[in-house]
């Protein structure tokens, strides 16, 4: 099956750093990521979407100076929280769609985030 | 505009148990709809599908019917283990890339 995956798992950061995570796919190309924050106790919020070769597409209330989403290739997409406080402090889960497979997303296991 | 409403957690059953976890959506057309699992610290995991009226998706002796009548999706199975303890999300869309994630549901079964 389809595996995508995260790095890092978690990771703990002071303010004020940023931090960059990584979403991959493993055994296919997609041209489309996605990626969610979610709070605990409560569900998936889609951030941004990401195509390759182009611009990210933020929801409403993202601020994307602040959550860089880069899609440089059919295989990895990055987002980097910069300038990172303690309410940046979440669960980050990319997912993507396939090229050969527009019917479901692929989820990555999710990276941690705590900022101190 | 478009949302999924699923039952409150938490959830907690003996093992061997009869589980329901409701789910209704609100749509403006027929949208697929989805029951995702989420295990301890790890992502989501499609557990079952259905993309149109009637259809009734299953894996890992989980059911749901997608029922256009009462825009519906309910999780069912007949007899919980210990191992399905996770959060449940119910999750619908007009496409993939664009899902609507219900607040998730939290399962522990007791052995």
């Known amino acids: 099956g389809a595996v995508v995956s995260q790095h890092p798992s978690r990771v703990i950061c002071k303010s004020g750093t940023s931090v960059k995570i990584e979403c991959r796919s493993l055994d296919f190309q997609a041209t489309t990521m996605f990626w969610y924050r979610q709070f605990p106790k409560q569900s998936l919020m889609l951030m941004a979407t990401?195509?390759?070769?182009?611009?990210?597409?933020?929801e409403q209330g993202v601020e994307k100076d602040k959550f860089l989403i880069n899609h440089a290739s059919l295989t990895l997409s990055t987002l980097t929280v910069t300038s990172a406080h303690p309410e940046d402090s979440s669960f980050y889960i990319c997912?993507?769609?396939?090229?050969?497979?527009?019917?479901?997303?692929?989820f990555g296991p999710g990276t941690r985030l705590t900022v101190l | 505009g478009d949302s999924v409403t699923q039952m409150e957690g938490p959830v907690t059953l003996s093992e061997e148990a009869f589980l329901t976890i409701n789910c209704t959506y609100t749509a403006t057309g027929y949208p697929s709809l989805f029951w995702y699992v989420q295990y301890p610290g790890e992502g989501l995991q499609l557990l079952l599908k259905a993309t149109k009226a009637d259809d009734k998706g299953s894996n890992k002796g989980f059911e749901a019917t997608y029922r256009k009548e009462t825009t519906s999706f309910h999780l069912e199975k007949g007899s919980v283990q210990v191992s399905d303890s996770a959060v449940y999300f119910c999750?619908?869309?007009?496409?993939?890339?664009?899902?609507?994630f219900g607040s998730g549901t939290r399962l522990s079964i007791r052995p």
């Open positions: 999750a619908g869309g007009s496409s993939a890339s664009k899902i609507i």
């Open positions: 997912s993507a769609l396939g090229v050969a497979d527009y019917n479901e997303q692929f």
């Open positions: 990401s195509n390759e070769g182009s611009k990210a597409t933020y």
